[in-house]
């Protein structure tokens, strides 16, 4: 009864209902600009009023499993700067490309209203965070959500996790480390841990634990010490509880001491009006995101993550200040981080964040994640050493360095307080991704999951003929 979710509960109960209720349709399709006809990525595909939804991949494309139900229901494809798209779910062309045509709103043709409102980005973006307690949820909440948690050099991935989970939020007023849970319900690919040359990770593991590294070998580390040597790593840098109960969960956690976004932000970060947007008939302005006068830092215990400067855009809402969507970067800038990153990781940006929420009763929740951050993997590898390695036979730089990518889509969402208390009760409340989880195939051909890009496609289906995560 452990892992007996509220999904599973609502199954359960359907069976008694009746089977027919029990049907799927299994939407599909392709987004693209209507000009240019190149994919449209990240498009948000939707059904109307409700928390079901799905979003398209790298290539434009979709799919959506939509409940026997909601078949006389509107299916929207919306994309920020767009028209949207909307047609009764019933008369949906399966496999038909949805051209979508730009919308944007001249800055003259906002309506000046009676209300004094702020003319720059800066005072936008205040504006948009002392309305976070009116725009995020005020009670408690559960989301459910798929997570694809994968590991790649340029040229192939080398691990794969994809699991559903469990959000739980009691609210943005209360702290996210004491009132923030997550747990990882199922999983249902979990490949190859092994050919991860992590030897940097389970080096500082072992000083961490006070023992010490030696002379490393992968041909001498067993897997289940490698596993919990990335297992202590993702604790301190991107794992899911340090994503949403850190920093880098930027609307979410504003509120908390030291936050990006938080009382002294304009400190490190400027934002600069740059247009009007439209999102589904409602106009959001789009603001840029540059550096401020002091470096931005992490503060992560026992990593140098200081000396960084932000890039990106946030867009936010024209009527009532909500954050629809932020795309972050954290770029290094201090000389000691520059040489640094360049060093270890062959890139300059070391934390790259695409965070978008969707307005369901009034208040925006989570909709999607994108969190990707490079990897260290060698020791031993740095400066006069670079020059010994390169020169050795078989050696490939796109092999060599390595980064971690969080992909989360976020579905339904939870307000009910029995059900709410049911799941409090029932969960472990573990966001291990590591550890063992059950698989049922029913539950997962009701579950709406992120679709693989072609290339994507390729790489996994690569990574599946290794061995599982566990076989030593």
């Known amino acids: 009864m452990k892992h007996f979710t509220i999904k599973h509960f609502f199954t359960l109960l359907i069976l008694f209902i009746g089977a027919t209720t029990f049907a799927q349709t299994e939407l599909k399709g392709k987004v693209a600009d209507f000009l240019t006809y190149q994919p449209i990525e990240s498009a948000s595909v939707y059904i109307e009023n409700t928390t079901i939804g799905s979003i398209s991949n790298a290539d434009g494309n979709f799919v959506l499993k939509v409940p026997a139900q909601h078949l006389k229901d509107t299916l929207i494809i919306s994309s920020i700067g767009y028209k949207s798209f909307k047609v009764i779910i019933g008369e949906f062309e399966n496999g038909t490309d949805i051209f979508l045509e730009e919308d944007v709103a001249s800055l003259d043709e906002v309506v000046i209203v009676a209300d004094p409102r702020p003319k720059t980005g800066n005072g936008i973006v205040q504006k948009a965070i002392e309305k976070l307690p009116s725009n995020l949820p005020e009670t408690a909440y559960l989301q459910k959500g798929f997570l694809r948690h994968k590991e790649r050099n340029k040229k192939e991935y080398k691990w794969l996790i994809e699991s559903a989970i469990t959000l739980y939020d009691s609210s943005y007023a209360s702290g996210a480390k004491n009132n923030l849970k997550i747990n990882v319900d199922e999983t249902r690919k979990s490949y ?19 023992s010490k590294a030696g002379n490393l070998s992968r041909k001498n580390i067993k897997t289940s010490a490698l596993v919990d040597a990335i297992k202590w790593n993702d604790s301190r840098v991107n794992g899911l509880e340090n994503l949403f109960k850190g920093k880098l969960n930027l609307v979410r956690n504003s509120n908390i001491t030291g936050a990006l976004l938080g009382k002294n932000m304009l400190e490190k970060h400027q934002f600069t009006l740059d247009t009007i947007l439209v999102d589904n008939g409602r106009k959001l302005y789009k603001i840029k995101i540059s550096k401020g006068a002091d470096f931005v830092g992490l503060s992560t215990p026992n990593i140098y993550n200081e000396g960084f400067e932000p890039k990106g855009w946030i867009y936010i809402y024209y009527d009532n200040y909500a954050i629809k969507k932020v795309e972050y970067e954290l ?59 390169e020169s050795e036979p078989g050696f490939d730089k796109a092999e060599q360095y390595y980064y971690t990518v969080q992909e989360i889509l976020f579905s339904d969402i939870i307000e009910d307080p029995e059900l709410i208390s049911q799941e409090l009760q ?16 029913s539950f997962w051909k009701t579950y709406n999951v992120l679709l693989e890009s072609k290339e994507e496609e390729k790489l996994i289906q690569d990574l599946s003929k290794r061995a599982t995560l566990y076989e030593e």
């Open 192 to 210: 190859d841990l092994r050919d991860v040359d992590s030897l940097f990770t389970y080096s500082a593991y072992l000083k961490s634990i006070g």
């Open 331 to 389: 770029v290094a800038a201090s000389d000691i981080q520059k040489k640094r990153s360049k060093s270890l990781f062959d890139t300059q940006v070391i934390h790259k964040l695409i965070m978008t929420y969707k307005d369901y009763n009034d208040k925006m929740y989570l909709n999607y994640i994108y969190y990707e951050t490079p990897k260290l993997v060698n020791t031993g590898d740095r400066s006069s050493d670079r020059t010994k390695t």
């Open 426 to 441: 029932q969960n472990d409340w573990s966001a291990d991704v590591f550890s063992s989880k059950p698989y049922h195939e």
